[in-house]
């Protein structure tokens, strides 16, 4: 952080500093000279008697942030009302300067105290990704993705369905550092082993240069996209060939009959005439005579 004295110079120092927007006009010493409109006090904390109203307030601090954008200085303002003193405090805690209100400046101050080097950031980020991926169910995907190729075998071993076992491998692809669509099995488990996720007792079953399954989307889309020719595609399903078979397949079928005769139902049309018991019953045979005595 920069002193607020040498700031301070650097500003007034500046060629242009006796053009800046909230100096007094000439010709209206009450009235700033990048606006005639707004008065010169727009710049400064409300202290007169009373209180100010919100609107008033904030009717005055937007008029003068709108002259501070075309003020040939604004930067070399901001940074000197940025900066701080041998005490650590802001060298202009009150007021408009730079663009800017009090409650922003102090809100960076606090940002810049709290904020961490890169590396600093960087480790910890590093660390946090890597606890992510020390957990339960991603330790199971990794040992079972070293175990299998098939996407369907990997999530058995991690004892997961394929969906859930697929949405874990892309996730430790986007904790690793790498590429979800393009990282291939092997480099993921070589990553994994080079951060200390994957234990080095752990062998990996070698299966060549093939892209692994990414998160699974709603539509499928992806899927589909990446089975066209950058996914392992699942094994088909054995085929059993039977001696035999095809002529057995050939072999006529008898027709099966009834023992006594086809009794299937059938459907008689008949005419259009009223229906009588007659006509659905069979005529009751004649009675046989009696030889004459």
């Not at 900066?83 to 209100?101: C, H, I, K, Q, T």
Request: aromatic letters at 4%.
């Amino acid at each position: 952080m920069s002193t607020s004295r040498n700031a301070y110079f650097t500003l007034i120092d500046h060629r242009y500093y006796r053009y800046r927007g909230c100096a007094a006009d000439p010709d209206q010493p009450t009235q700033a000279q990048g606006d005639t409109a707004v008065p010169v006090n727009a710049w400064l904390p409300y202290t007169d008697d009373g209180g100010e109203l919100p609107s008033a307030r904030n009717a005055r601090q937007n008029a003068a942030q709108r002259v501070c954008d075309d003020c040939p200085v604004l930067a070399q303002c901001r940074a000197y009302a940025l900066s701080v003193d041998s005490d650590g405090r802001l060298a202009e805690p009150e007021g408009v300067w730079g663009g800017m209100l009090p409650l922003e400046r102090h809100r960076d101050l606090v940002a810049r105290r709290t904020a961490k080097t890169p590396n600093e950031a960087a480790t910890a980020v590093d660390a946090e990704r890597l606890d992510e991926c020390r957990t339960d169910q991603k330790q199971a995907v990794l040992r079972s993705l070293a175990a299998h190729v098939d996407e369907e075998l990997v999530a058995y071993g991690a004892s997961m369905d394929v969906r859930t076992a697929n949405w874990h491998r892309s996730l430790l692809c986007g904790l690793l550092g790498l590429d979800k669509e393009t990282a291939t099995r092997q480099q993921l488990l070589a990553a994994a082993r080079a951060n200390g996720v994957l234990p080095s007792g752990v062998r990996a079953v070698p299966d060549g240069d093939v892209p692994i399954a990414a998160a699974p989307n709603t539509d499928g889309s992806r899927q589909r996209r990446l089975a066209r020719g950058h996914r392992l595609q699942p094994t088909r399903p054995i085929q059993l060939i039977l001696p035999g078979y095809e002529q057995l397949l050939r072999v006529p079928r008898p027709r099966r009959t009834h023992p006594r005769g086809d009794r299937r139902l059938r459907v008689v049309r008949i005419a259009a005439e009223p229906l009588t018991l007659d006509t659905l019953l069979p005529p009751a045979p004649a009675p046989a005579l009696e030889p004459a005595a």
